[in-house]
């Protein structure tokens, strides 16, 4: 179990050093590296997004957290090792940040008006947008069923594609009452859970 534990830690520090863009842009790479590696499925993985938006804080860390836990439950942890886990995926994937906060914050401000620092902020912008684009789209497939071979490597079959009237109601209008309103999307996730529990 510390051989996991140390790897859960491994893993999320490389998530934490390689994901530029904040917490829905640490999705993409989070569900890759859990999914292949087998540690999650996909509804599980789904249920972890669901649980990190709606709880306080950032979305990445909350995600994180769940994972760690989560990932030690699966292979058979108890609550000590599971806390130990969400500690270390926790811990991890904010590590980067702090340190480059820590020793680059100083320069970032006295040199964010350079022309070589803004052109590099140009390009990593469309970048960061496309991946979070990228995590929406895989996300949707995720949700209507169009898992590949069990999730793994975020391979999905179109084909396996189902839609059922009420979900895609509530994403349809969720997506559609954010773009073109000041509309919360944690109101569509409580009409998403209140159609779970009563419908």
């Known amino acids: 179990m510390v051989r996991l534990i140390a790897l859960v830690g491994?893993?999320?520090?490389?998530?934490?050093?390689?994901?530029l863009g904040g917490g829905l842009a640490i999705i993409a790479l989070v569900q890759q590296e859990t999914l292949s590696r087998g540690w999650l499925s996909q509804p599980e993985f789904l249920d972890i997004l669901a649980?990190?938006?709606?709880?306080?804080?950032?979305?990445?860390?909350?995600?994180?957290?769940?994972?760690?836990?989560?990932?030690v439950v699966n292979a058979g942890g108890g609550?000590?090792?599971a806390?130990?886990?969400?500690?270390?995926a926790t811990i991890a994937v904010m590590l980067a940040s702090v340190v480059g906060v820590a020793f680059a914050g100083t320069w970032f401000s006295k040199n964010?008006?350079?022309?070589?620092?803004?052109?590099v902020f140009a390009i990593l912008r469309p970048v960061v947008s496309g991946a979070i684009f990228a995590v929406g789209v895989n996300l949707v497939l995720a949700v209507f069923?169009?898992?590949?071979?069990?999730?793994?490597k975020c391979i999905y079959d179109v084909?396996?594609?189902?839609?059922?009237?009420?979900?895609?109601a509530v994403c349809l209008g969720t997506f559609v009452l954010t773009v073109t309103n000041k509309f919360s999307p944690l109101w569509g996730?409580?009409?998403?859970?209140?159609?779970?529990v009563f419908i």
Do not use: C, S, Y
Not at 83 to 88: M, Q, R, V
Not at 145 to 152: L, S, V
């Open 145 to 152: 069923g169009a898992e590949g071979e069990a999730g793994a």
């Open 189 to 196: 996730l409580l009409a998403g859970g209140l159609i779970a």
């Open 10 to 19: 491994a893993i999320f520090a490389k998530v934490g050093l390689f994901t």
């Open 159 to 168: 084909a396996k594609l189902r839609f059922e009237l009420l979900p895609v």
């Open 83 to 88: 806390f130990a886990g969400a500690l270390a």
């Open 112 to 119: 964010h008006d350079k022309p070589l620092v803004k052109t």
């Open 51 to 71: 649980v990190a938006q709606v709880t306080p804080g950032p979305m990445g860390v909350n995600a994180a957290t769940f994972t760690g836990w989560r990932t």
């Open 79 to 81: 609550a000590a090792w």
